[in-house]
């Protein structure tokens, strides 16, 4: 939880819209729209997570914008 709740904070505080979920496995998933570079500065977090996160690695896919998001939110 703690990585969802730090990701959707950093997300709110760059603008940007989507949302962050916990998968089974143990990996997170995440949409984000906004700004590009919002966008690649939250990516960029994930790629190192708040303290004490352990992120092994990290896979970026590119879409269309599609502005289905009207916030932020921790699914």
């Known amino acids: 939880m703690f ?3 730090s ?3 950093q997300a709110r505080r760059l603008g940007v819209t989507g949302w962050v979920r916990n ?5 997170v998933e995440t949409v984000i729209e906004g700004d590009e570079e919002a966008v690649r500065e939250l990516v960029g ?3 190192q997570g708040p303290p004490h996160a352990t992120v092994e ?8 914008f599609s502005g289905d998001f009207s ?3 921790m699914l």
């Open 57 to 64: 690695a990290i896979e970026v896919s590119w879409e269309p």
């Open 45 to 47: 977090w994930c790629g």
């Open 23 to 27: 998968l089974p496995d143990g990996r």
């Open 7 to 9: 990701a959707a904070r």
């Open 71 to 73: 916030g932020f939110e």
């Open 3 to 5: 990585f969802r709740y």
